[in-house]
T-cell receptor, first 114, second 114 residues
Framework: GENVEQHPSTLSVQEGDSAVIKCTYS??????FPWYKQELGKRPQLIID?????GEKKDQRIAVTLNKTAKHFSLHITETQPEDSAVYFC?????????????FGTGTRLTVIP | DTGVSQDPRHKITKRGQNVTFRCDPI?????LYWYRQTLGQGPEFLTY????????KSRLLSDRFSAERPKGSFSTLEIQRTEQGDSAMYLC????????????FGPGTRLLVL
């Protein structure tokens, strides 16, 4: 099955700086890569996703890049704010299998220091 | 609130007892997933329904676990003879097939087995 690795496990940045979280995946059939933000005690919420026919996607301060050849994808947050502090999970899935279930990374705890 | 809902939000039980959780997906979402999340980890896939049919089960889903979605709407997850290792957050997610692959998560049920 799919194996998703995520780094770093913790990340502290000064407010206004950029944050980058990286993930790798193992299954070349994976073609959908969402990123979820989870605040303490709350549900995971989708912040951005990318499909394998696109190399980059941007939504305001958040961008995701995908390198299919290297099987890695990254989340970039610019101009970080204290409210960006949370745990971020990358995930991968393949629409070629019936379930399309998500395989998650182990998470990155981002702390934005005011 | 038209999002995914789960009940109860918290459950404390003694080892050996049975517990049942409920998930109400977003209306008209025909795919429903159950995941388990332990502390410091990403969610792990348990099982998946397409309408009322349970189409895939993870190896994590031992024979003490059973899930149903009798009318293709809400779903229940039952754990029989609970063990301390079952302590986790149980998350439900739903998807509207054929449109986007976005999985919308519920708030989860946090289970503590004493």
């Amino acid at each position: 099955g799919e194996n998703v690795e995520q780094h770093p496990s913790t990340l502290s940045v000064q407010e206004g700086d950029s944050a980058v979280i990286k993930c790798t995946y193992s299954d070349s059939a994976s073609n959908y890569f969402p990123w979820y933000k989870q605040e303490l005690g709350k549900r995971p919420q989708l912040i951005i996703d990318i499909r394998s026919n696109v190399g980059e996607k941007k939504d305001q301060r958040i961008a995701v890049t995908l390198n299919k050849t290297a099987k890695h994808f990254s989340l970039h947050i610019t101009e970080t704010q204290p409210e960006d502090s949370a745990v971020y999970f990358c995930a991968a899935s393949s629409s070629w299998t019936g379930a399309n279930n998500l395989f998650f990374g182990t998470g990155t705890r981002l702390t934005v220091i005011p | 609130d038209t999002g995914v809902s789960q009940d109860p939000r918290h459950k404390i039980t003694k080892r050996g007892q049975n517990v049942t959780f409920r998930c109400d997906p977003i209306s008209e979402h025909n795919r429903l997933y159950w995941y388990r999340q332990t502390l410091g980890q990403g969610p792990e896939f348990l099982t998946y329904f397409q309408n009322e049919a349970q189409l895939e089960k993870s190896r994590l889903l031992s024979d003490r676990f059973s899930a149903e979605r009798p009318k293709g709407s809400f779903s229940t997850l039952e754990i029989q003879r609970t063990e301390q290792g079952d302590s986790a957050m149980y998350l439900c997610a739903s998807v509207e097939s054929g449109i986007e692959e976005t999985q919308y998560f519920g708030p989860g049920t946090r289970l503590l087995v004493l």
